[in-house]
């Protein structure tokens, strides 16, 4: 009897990740807890690889664009596909494809080939394939808990672990790049892929029986959209993650421009102030973790948007690099915890023969700030 007391009323610590009981998040959580590190690595390397080849902010600009596009235009239709067919063969496909995207930039760099041409052809080529990750990653998430109370913890641990790549990775790089180049860093990042690949490779899901859906796609999206758009809870979610993004977000494609000119540093010092970043992102992330229930999550979501607001005020104010960390600080915190809790009630509302449509919208919708899509994974 004392047994089954202690595991209905776990501590506030075990309670926190109590998702990894199921062996397949296990392995998921483990494989991208490896491959978010390389993603934050090619982030940081990409981004001043850019920088230093252009000196340009806005071909930062079209680096990004090139990579988004794809997805915005092209995620809608991979969104029905992903609610059709297996998840998880999808993204088996989608993971082996980015490490070949990662392996060609990082056979161009360390060649000395590479050029912006080639990065925006590239580019487009994950945004493409991205279109499909991303319409299948989130949900598929759902698929390895087990118990739906256990869903917004697994997805809390899943923005804990994307944020301490986001902590770890960028500080490497930023070494990295000093000393070796930026060639290395993607090397590292397309050997990091094999974690995910394998973490798929060894799960083992139960059958789903999948409804029989109408073929015709543009009915399907029709009703995806108006599933989405005529459910006002639903709606309300998407307008508040549009509004970030439109308003908020592009601030991480100038990144480079902040680190170098306004603040005189050079990788480094980019690599700080990602670190930051992703310490107060993990913060928030870990703080979503130890709930136990969804319940209040729109108030978060309320105090977490003000902490972004003040954040980047203060970081667009800054001109010394401690202050900006700090205020780069802030900000992560309020990203996460605005992001991971509309995705967290977004996902437990959402009709599960509709999951990946609006998994689609959630995250096309944000556009990821040049981070957060581009990174291609199957975390955050």
Same mark, same amino acid.
């Given at each position: 009897?004392?047994?089954?007391?202690?595991?209905?009323?776990?501590?506030?610590?075990?309670?926190?990740?109590?998702?990894?009981?199921?062996?397949?998040?296990?392995?998921?959580?483990?494989?991208?807890?490896?491959?978010?590190?390389?993603?934050?690595?090619?982030?940081?390397?990409?981004?001043?690889?850019?920088?230093?080849?252009?000196?340009?902010?806005?071909?930062?600009?079209?680096?990004?664009?090139?990579?988004?596009?794809?997805?915005?235009? %092209? !995620?809608? &239709? +991979? /969104? $029905?596909?992903?609610?059709?067919?297996?998840?998880? =063969?999808?993204?088996? #496909?989608? @993971?082996?494809?980015?490490?070949?995207?990662?392996?060609?930039?990082?056979?161009?760099?360390?060649?000395?080939?590479?050029?912006?041409?080639?990065?925006?052809? %590239? !580019?487009? &080529? +994950? /945004? $493409?394939?991205?279109?499909?990750?991303?319409?299948? =990653?989130?949900?598929? #998430?759902? @698929?390895?808990?087990?118990?739906?109370?256990?869903?917004?913890?697994?997805?809390?641990?899943?923005?804990?672990?994307?944020?301490?790549?986001?902590?770890?990775?960028?500080?490497?790089?930023? /070494?990295?790049?000093?000393?070796?180049?930026?060639?290395?860093?993607?090397?590292?990042?397309?050997?990091?892929?094999?974690?995910?690949?394998?973490?798929?490779?060894?799960?083992?899901?139960?059958?789903?029986?999948?409804?029989?859906?109408?073929?015709?796609?543009?009915?399907?999206?029709?009703?995806?959209?108006?599933?989405?758009?005529?459910?006002?809870?639903?709606?309300?979610?998407?307008?508040?993650?549009?509004?970030?993004?439109?308003?908020?977000?592009?601030?991480?494609?100038?990144?480079?421009?902040?680190?170098?000119?306004?603040?005189?540093?050079?990788?480094?010092?980019?690599?700080?102030?990602?670190?930051?970043?992703?310490?107060?992102?993990?913060?928030?992330?870990?703080?979503?973790?130890?709930?136990?229930?969804?319940?209040?999550?729109?108030?978060?979501?309320?105090?977490?948007?003000?902490?972004?607001?003040?954040?980047?005020?203060?970081?667009?104010?800054?001109?010394?690099?401690?202050?900006?960390?700090?205020?780069?600080?802030?900000?992560?915190?309020?990203?996460?915890?605005?992001?991971?809790?509309?995705?967290?009630?977004?996902?437990?509302?959402?009709?599960?023969?509709?999951?990946?449509?609006?998994?689609?919208?959630?995250?096309?919708?944000?556009?990821?700030?040049?981070?957060?899509?581009?990174?291609?994974?199957?975390?955050?």
């Amino acid at each position: 009897m004392a047994e089954t007391t202690t595991q209905d009323n776990p501590t506030r610590l075990g309670g926190m990740f109590r998702a990894l009981k199921y062996r397949n998040y296990r392995l998921f959580f483990m494989g991208q807890g490896i491959s978010l590190i390389g993603t934050w690595m090619q982030q940081i390397a990409m981004s001043w690889l850019v920088y230093r080849l252009t000196d340009s902010v806005f071909l930062l600009g079209m680096v990004s664009f090139a990579n988004q596009i794809p997805s915005f235009l %092209l !995620g809608p &239709f +991979a /969104g $029905v596909i992903s609610d059709r067919f297996n998840r998880h =063969r999808v993204l088996l #496909v989608t @993971q082996f494809l980015f490490l070949l995207e990662a392996s060609t930039l990082a056979a161009l760099v360390l060649t000395g080939s590479i050029t912006i041409t080639y990065i925006l052809c %590239l !580019g487009v &080529f +994950a /945004g $493409v394939v991205n279109a499909f990750d991303m319409s299948a =990653r989130q949900s598929f #998430v759902v @698929q390895l808990v087990e118990k739906r109370e256990d869903m917004s913890n697994a997805i809390a641990l899943n923005s804990s672990m994307f944020n301490m790549g986001r902590l770890v990775g960028p500080s490497v790089a930023g /070494g990295i790049i000093a000393t070796v180049g930026e060639g290395m860093c993607f090397l590292i990042n397309a050997l990091s892929y094999f974690a995910v690949l394998a973490s798929l490779l060894l799960m083992r899901l139960p059958h789903m029986e999948r409804k029989v859906q109408d073929t015709q796609v543009l009915k399907s999206l029709t009703e995806g959209f108006q599933y989405a758009f005529g459910f006002q809870p639903i709606r309300d979610i998407l307008i508040l993650i549009a509004t970030l993004s439109l308003f908020g977000m592009p601030f991480t494609v100038l990144m480079p421009a902040f680190a170098r000119d306004v603040l005189g540093g050079d990788a480094s010092t980019l690599g700080l102030l990602m670190g930051a970043s992703g310490v107060g992102a993990l913060a928030g992330a870990l703080y979503l973790a130890s709930r136990k229930t969804v319940v209040g999550l729109a108030r978060v979501i309320v105090v977490a948007s003000v902490l972004f607001g003040i954040g980047l005020i203060g970081f667009a104010l800054s001109q010394t690099l401690v202050l900006s960390m700090v205020a780069i600080f802030v900000v992560g915190l309020g990203m996460i915890l605005r992001m991971a809790s509309c995705n967290t009630l977004l996902q437990t509302i959402v009709d599960e023969d509709k999951r990946a449509r609006d998994e689609f919208l959630l995250h096309g919708i944000h556009g990821h700030g040049a981070h957060w899509q581009s990174a291609g994974r199957l975390g955050g």
